[in-house]
T-cell receptor, first 114, second 112 residues
Framework: DAGVIQSPRHEVTEMGQEVTLRCKPISGHNSLFWYRQTMMRGLELLIY????????DSGMPEDRFSAKMPNASFSTLKIQPSEPRDSAVYFC????????????FGEGSRLTVL | KQEVTQIPAALSVPEGENLVLNCSFTDSAIYNLQWFRQDPGKGLTSLLLIQSSQREQTSGRLNASLDKSSGRSTLYIAASQPGDSATYLCAGTGGGADGLTFGKGTHLIIQP
């Protein structure tokens, strides 16, 4: 298996633009997580899905952030409008067993908002 | 809300030494615990997973243990090598709907 696949790996955009990050989980995994990593705050859980259904989005910072999982093999994290403080590395991870299985991470999407 | 503390934040040791990284949780009700390694500019690589019924796990030169009563975990690295240089993160979940909570990591440098 190719592992968790994220795109784009790097994105540089200007404040106010819409950003869409994409994730393909490992085939057969039924839980998907979006994390954000910054130097100041470390890794923060934004949202997670179980069987394509959002379970906990309490970590989503504000209404500018939204996430979808239309099917078992694809998820998006959208920021609209983007702000400089959104600059971070965004990671997607998946696991075969909700909250109990081993978590596998993608390589991350490094976002820079100017 | 679960908080995770990792000590030390940074560590530099000569090659060949055995070392211990520490992780503690404010809520000792840990369902499972996972140790990760992160290289600069890369994602997280899972090292060891301790599930709810387990107390420790071993993989090669790595051994991780979990003491639920005290809410502490340790990662033991034997005979350290320069290739072990990375940031090591621990993460735990209490089950339910809180997901994995991460510590900020220990930045480890093994001097050749």
């Amino acid at each position: 298996d190719a592992g968790v696949i994220q795109s784009p790996r790097h994105e540089v955009t200007e404040m106010g633009q819409e950003v869409t990050l994409r994730c393909k989980p490992i085939s057969g995994h039924n839980s998907l997580f979006w994390y954000r990593q910054t130097m100041m705050r470390g890794l923060e859980l934004l949202i997670y899905f179980n069987n394509n259904v959002p379970i906990d989005d309490s970590g989503m910072p504000e209404d500018r952030f939204s996430a979808k999982m239309p099917n078992a093999s694809f998820s998006t994290l959208k920021i609209q409008p983007s702000e400089p403080r959104d600059s971070a590395v965004y990671f997607c991870a998946s696991t075969p067993l909700s909250l109990a299985g081993e978590l596998f991470f993608g390589e991350g999407s490094r976002l820079t908002v100017l | 809300k679960q908080e995770v503390t990792q000590i030390p934040a940074a560590l530099s040791v000569p090659e060949g030494e055995n070392l211990v990284l520490n992780c503690s949780f404010t809520d000792s009700a840990i369902y499972n615990l996972q140790w990760f390694r992160q290289d600069p500019g890369k994602g997280l690589t899972s090292l060891l997973l301790i599930q709810s019924s387990q107390r420790e796990q071993t993989s090669g030169r790595l051994n991780a243990s979990l003491d639920k009563s005290s809410g502490r975990s340790t990662l033991y690295i034997a005979a350290s090598q320069p290739g072990d240089s990375a940031t090591y993160l621990c993460a735990g979940t209490g089950g339910g709907a809180d997901g994995l909570t991460f510590g900020k990591g220990t930045h480890l440098i093994i001097q050749p």
